[in-house]
C-alpha cells in the first residue's frame, strides 16, 4: 500500500459554517443536528441518530478547528483530521443521559480532509 501527501497548489480558505451547510444539502446527509461551536451545543442532549460539525472554538472567538461526530443508536464515530481527542464539552455532549451502557468513541486520523469529514 502506497501513501501520498498532495499539496494543494495555493492555500484554500478554511471552510466556513455556511460551506459546511451547503455542502450537507448538496450530500443530503441524514439526521443531521447542525453546525456548532464546542460551547454552544444542544442543550437537551444527542438524538439516538445525529450527526454534527464542531468548531473547536468558543462562541466568542473567529473559530479555529472542524470536527464531526456521528451516532447511530449504539456507537458515536467522532473525526478530527489531527487525531486529538475530543474537548470536554463534546464529550459530555456524546454521553446518553438515558443510558448506563458506555458509549464507544472511534478516533480516525485523517491527513488534512477536511472537506471529507463531512460524510460522517
Known amino acids: 500500500m502506497y501513501s501520498a501527501v498532495l499539496k494543494p497548489e495555493k ?19 441524514k439526521y443531521f443536528r447542525g453546525i456548532f461551536m464546542r460551547d454552544s451545543l444542544p442543550p437537551q442532549g444527542i438524538e439516538e441518530k445525529e450527526v454534527g460539525k464542531v ?7 473567529k473559530g479555529t478547528h472542524w ?19 475530543p474537548p470536554i464539552e463534546l464529550q459530555k455532549y456524546l454521553k446518553d443521559k438515558n443510558k448506563k451502557s458506555v458509549i ?6 485523517f491527513v488534512h480532509l477536511s472537506v471529507s469529514q463531512i460524510y460522517c
Open 11 to 29: 492555500d484554500l480558505p478554511a471552510l466556513t459554517n455556511l460551506d459546511l451547510l451547503a455542502l450537507v444539502d448538496v450530500l443530503e446527509i
Open 55 to 61: 468548531n473547536l472554538d468558543s462562541s466568542s472567538g
Open 67 to 85: 470536527v464531526c461526530y456521528s451516532r447511530n443508536e449504539k456507537k458515536i464515530y467522532y473525526f478530527d483530521s489531527f487525531g486529538l481527542d
Open 104 to 109: 464507544e468513541c472511534q478516533h480516525f486520523f
